[in-house]
């Protein structure tokens, strides 16, 4: 089996309210969707669409974000959202302000973004990736008749490892984690603890052709066989029962 990574190039700004199922089927490439493609967006362009693009001279930082501005030399209305789209600081050192987000992602910034956007504005995580990811679904089946499963991704750092990866933040019409406990391995021993967070490699893998200035926010994945059902991003965010490291 050869899986096939397809670009959908869109040249223009995402606006609030834009339709993005019909910019993508308007693009350049003309991609024609088949049933069980996998569609990625990424979270700006879900982000702008949404309306989560917010303009810093609007924003007025409290003593306590202006505290940690001036410690960490940075601006300190973005420390204010950050602070805002925090459950809880995970850790603040060398300027950097690892947080819990209010979704329970644990990342730089609570998520909160000043690329690919106008100077003087942030983009915030949407509300609820796994509905953004759920609606487009729809629109898809409705436009193109085609039963697709849609990732909406983000590029996050991760633990113990330099750099980034894309992952994903939202899903829907596919499961999180493939699960192989109980199954045999080459050996036939049982497997008993592997979970597999498919919907993170695809993102990391789409990643390889849509970059960061390629104007290519949306992915099809051709030829992975998967099962299509109702599934939420919470399932690949580790309890913390489960973390060790918390």
């Known amino acids: 089996m050869t899986i096939e990574i397809i670009p959908v190039?869109?040249?223009d700004e995402i606006k609030q309210d834009d339709d993005l199922v019909e910019l993508?089927?308007?693009?350049?490439?003309?991609?024609?969707l088949q049933d069980g493609d996998i569609v990625v967006f990424t979270q700006k362009i879900i982000s702008k669409q949404e309306g989560k693009t917010i303009a810093l001279p609007n924003i007025h930082p409290d003593l306590l974000a202006t505290g940690i501005a001036s410690?960490?030399?940075?601006?300190?209305?973005v420390v204010q959202l950050i602070l805002d789209q925090s459950r809880r600081i995970v850790r603040m050192r060398n300027g950097i302000i690892i947080s819990e987000t209010l979704h329970g992602f644990i990342c730089a910034n609570a998520g909160v973004?000043?690329?690919n956007v106008r100077n003087g504005y942030v983009t915030l995580l949407p509300n609820n990736s796994?509905?953004?990811a759920e609606m487009i679904?729809?629109?898809?089946?409705e436009k193109t008749g085609k039963t697709t499963a849609?990732?909406?991704?983000?590029?996050?750092g991760r633990p113990f490892r330099q750099g980034q990866v894309n992952i994903a933040i939202g899903v829907a019409g596919i499961d999180a984690i493939v699960d192989y406990a109980g199954m045999k391995d080459a050996f036939g021993r049982i497997l008993r603890v592997t979970a597999i967070a498919i919907a993170d490699e695809?993102?990391?893998?789409?990643?390889?052709?849509?970059?960061k200035s390629l104007h290519a926010p949306i992915s099809i994945v051709r030829n992975y066989n998967f099962v299509n059902v109702s599934s939420t991003i919470n399932k690949i965010i580790r309890s913390r029962y489960d973390d060790l490291f918390r």
Do not use: N, W
């Not at 410690?71 to 209305?77: G, S, W």
């Not at 695809?202 to 970059?211: D, H, I, R, Y």
């Open 71 to 77: 410690e960490y030399q940075k601006d300190p209305r």
């Open 150 to 156: 849609v990732i909406i991704s983000d590029t996050f």
């Open 24 to 32: 993508m089927l308007a693009s350049k490439s003309k991609p024609q």
């Open 9 to 11: 190039c869109i040249e």
């Open 113 to 115: 973004d000043e690329s």
């Open 137 to 141: 679904c729809r629109q898809i089946k």
């Open 202 to 211: 695809l993102c990391s893998a789409t990643e390889l052709v849509m970059g």
């Open 130 to 132: 796994d509905k953004s």
